[in-house]
């Protein structure tokens, strides 16, 4: 009986990889006021809560805020309110202060504001940040290199003007700097060791002419989710549409059309979005903009629908990520006030909610890590 169980065990792990058998993927749900909640995406669990060290407000809810780095074992946490603009070092797993980085900033804001982005397979992180000295004190912006091993300062350079949403290439040997201004959407190319430009993808020429708004919504994977709002004037519902742009292979895939308005998220392997439904129901320019509590799943390769998710009733809703075989969606939502805030875990296998999380109020960022 005991050389059977061994055999089956010896099956087993040889099926199934020892990582994909024994490991589990854990979440930190972070808020803007710096408050967490770790999560065992695994086991749909909560493990712990508590605050990060240090940080007082994280003001700008996109990508280069809060970014980890699962090769070296980092938490980056950009903490940009007026009182204070520093960027704070964390153990991505146990979440304890490293290091408080030497950047000071003048300018937080737009295309100028600092972020964070990392390149692990070079074993190194990049700061973008704004010196009010520089250019007989006009100001100008920075881009410094620091070693993810010893968090020190490698190279300062000047002269280079990255936007606010930035890419790495999957094999950390590339930067995109992503712009999609009106009639000048493009990608600038960077080479991630000297940081001479290398190309500039325009695009425009994939763009569709014409339409009412459009944007780059989420970048991953080398790939680029573009989105577009057919509607024909102002005073009309939003009617999106969106696609992906291949950067490697200059390809753009087929467009969905939902005939929906909301805000997308692309999926890991880049093949499926998920769509958080939303509604303007303000009356004037300002918006005031309300989750509908419903997700829909698209998927590229067939250009249409392929599942749907309703949450309930709460205007405050977010996609903050999924797993990283995009088989389980987190979402977050609360009531304008920040009551009944929550995590929900979404199975995007069989589209299904499998639990809910009581999380702290303003939950805006997902990290995650395997152990």
Do not use: C
């Amino acid at each position: 009986m005991k050389i059977l169980i061994l055999n089956l065990l010896i099956f087993i792990v040889t099926l199934f990889p020892f990582d994909l058998v024994f490991s589990k993927t854990i979440a930190h749900i972070i808020s803007t006021k710096g408050e967490f909640v770790t999560i065992d995406l695994s086991g749909n669990k909560k493990i712990k809560e508590g605050k990060l060290a240090g940080i007082t407000s994280i003001e700008n809810i996109s990508p280069g805020d809060v970014v980890n780095d699962e090769v070296n074992n980092l938490l980056f946490v950009v903490n940009n309110s007026h009182d204070i603009l520093k960027i704070f070092v964390y153990d991505l797993k146990t979440l304890k202060q490293l290091k408080i980085l030497e950047v000071v900033s003048d300018y937080g804001e737009d295309e100028n504001a600092v972020k964070v982005f990392v390149a692990p397979k070079r074993s190194a992180f990049y700061v973008k940040w704004w010196d009010s000295a520089l250019n007989n004190r006009n100001g100008g912006q920075i881009l410094s290199i620091y070693y993810s091993k010893t968090l020190g300062k490698i190279k300062d350079y000047r002269g280079i003007l990255l936007t606010e949403k930035i890419l790495v290439s999957n094999d950390g040997l590339k930067i995109y700097s992503i712009s999609d201004q009106e009639s000048a959407a493009r990608v600038d190319v960077f080479n991630s060791e000297t940081f001479e430009k290398i190309q500039t993808i325009n695009l425009e020429d994939i763009i569709t002419r014409g339409v009412f708004g459009r944007g780059v919504d989420d970048f991953k994977n080398n790939k680029l989710l573009l989105i577009e709002n057919y509607k024909k004037n102002k005073s009309d519902q939003g009617s999106y549409g969106f696609y992906t742009f291949d950067i490697n292979l200059k390809k753009a895939s087929n467009i969905i059309q939902t005939k929906l308005e909301g805000t997308a998220f692309l999926l890991p392997d880049g093949n499926k979005v998920a769509f958080n439904e939303e509604k303007d129901i303000s009356s004037t320019s300002l918006g005031e903009i309300i989750s509908l509590g419903k997700i829909h799943i698209y998927d590229f390769d067939v250009a249409k629908q392929v599942g749907e998710v309703t949450l309930g009733n709460a205007p405050i809703g977010r996609i903050l990520g999924s797993s990283t075989n995009g088989k389980k969606l987190v979402y977050y939502s609360s009531q304008h006030n920040g009551s009944n805030s929550k995590i929900t875990i979404i199975d995007l296998s069989n589209y299904s909610i499998l639990t809910q999380i009581p999380a702290p109020k303003g939950s805006a960022f997902m990290t995650l890590y395997v152990e």
